[in-house]
C-alpha cells in the first residue's frame, strides 16, 4: 500500500519539530524519526486519516521493543473560510455555466467551456502546483487551502474524526472541505498550523502583493484571520509555519508570518517539504 501525498511531523525530544510532506509506509517515516534520534511524530494524511491505523500498529510495536516514541494523530486538511459561501459561489459558477451552454445552442457556437474542473473523474490526487499557484483571476471557489491540525488528546482526536467524517459529509466536491464553523464547532483538543505555500496564510500574502495592497492591509487581513483560527482552537493551539527553501514567494511569506508574530505573539514553528522519507 502507498500512503497519497500526506505531511509528516517529527517531534524532537527537547529542540523543537520537523515536518515532511511525501510519500510511503508509516513504518519507514517512524524508523527515520527515530534513527534521528527524536521520540515523536504525527501523520496528517490531505483531507483523511487512512493512515493512522498503520502508524499506530507500528508504533506500538516500537514501544514493545522498548523504544521511547510517541505517536501523534492529525490530517492536513483542505480548508475554506465558509463552505456557505463556497457553495453559493459554485452554484452561481454553475448556472453561468448552464446560461452559457443555452445561450451557445442557441446561437450554435462552439466556444463556450464547460466546467473543466468537474469533467475529471476516478481518483482525487493532490497538485501541490495548483494549490501553491497564485492566480487573482482565479475564482475563489476553486480554492482549497491546505491546513495542518492535530490531535493532542483523546478529546482532540475524537474532534479530528468528527471534522474529516464532516468534511466528505458536508464539504465535498472533488475534495473533502472544513471552514471556520466545523472548527469551531470541533476545535477543543486540536492543534493547528498554517501550513506550507498551500496555506490560506501563504495565499493572502502572495495574493495581496499580487493585487498590490499595501504591506500593512496584508497584516491586517492575517491578523483578522489569526483571530478567527484562535478563537477556534486557542491561542496556545495555533502556529505559524515559516519553510526554508529557494522558492521566492517562500521568502515573501516568511518574511510576513516574521512580522505578524511579532506583532501577534503567535509562536513560529520551522518546517520542511519532503516527498519521501
Request: one cysteine or more; glycine letters at 8%.
Amino acid at each position: 500500500m502507498i500512503i497519497k501525498p500526506n505531511r509528516f511531523v517529527g517531534l524532537h525530544a527537547h529542540t523543537g519539530f520537523s515536518v515532511f510532506d511525501g510519500l510511503g509506509y508509516p513504518a519507514d517515516h517512524i524508523n527515520f524519526v527515530l534513527e534521528n534520534e527524536m521520540d515523536a511524530w504525527a501523520l496528517t494524511d490531505h483531507g483523511n486519516g487512512s493512515g493512522l491505523a498503520h502508524a499506530r500498529k507500528h508504533a506500538e510495536k516500537m514501544q514493545k521493543a522498548g523504544r521511547k516514541y510517541r505517536q501523534l494523530y492529525g490530517c492536513e486538511f483542505y480548508f475554506v473560510p465558509s463552505l456557505s459561501d463556497w457553495r453559493n459561489d459554485y452554484e452561481a459558477h454553475r448556472q453561468a455555466v448552464r446560461d452559457a451552454k443555452s445561450e451557445k445552442k442557441a446561437m450554435k457556437r462552439t466556444s463556450i467551456d464547460a466546467d473543466e474542473d468537474a469533467v475529471a473523474a476516478g481518483h482525487t490526487v493532490e497538485n501541490e502546483d495548483e494549490t501553491k499557484t497564485i492566480d487573482v483571476q482565479k475564482d475563489e471557489w476553486k480554492r482549497r487551502y491546505h491546513l495542518v491540525v492535530i490531535a493532542k488528546n483523546r478529546v482532540g482526536l475524537g474532534n479530528l474524526f468528527t471534522l474529516i467524517k464532516k468534511a466528505y459529509k458536508h464539504g465535498f466536491y472533488r475534495f473533502p472541505r472544513i471552514d471556520f464553523k466545523m472548527l469551531q464547532e470541533h476545535g477543543e483538543g486540536l492543534v493547528v498550523s498554517t501550513a506550507c505555500l498551500g496555506g490560506i496564510y501563504s495565499n493572502r500574502i502572495l495574493r495581496g502583493s499580487a493585487l498590490n495592497k499595501s504591506r500593512d492591509e496584508i497584516q491586517r487581513e492575517l491578523q483578522n484571520l489569526t483571530d478567527r483560527f484562535t478563537s477556534c482552537v486557542g491561542v496556545e493551539n495555533f502556529f505559524l509555519e515559516l519553510q526554508f527553501n529557494r522558492l521566492d514567494a517562500q521568502h515573501k511569506v516568511n518574511d510576513h508570518l516574521i512580522q505578524l508574530h511579532n506583532a501577534t505573539g503567535v509562536p513560529l514553528i520551522a518546517t520542511a517539504d519532503s516527498h519521501y522519507y
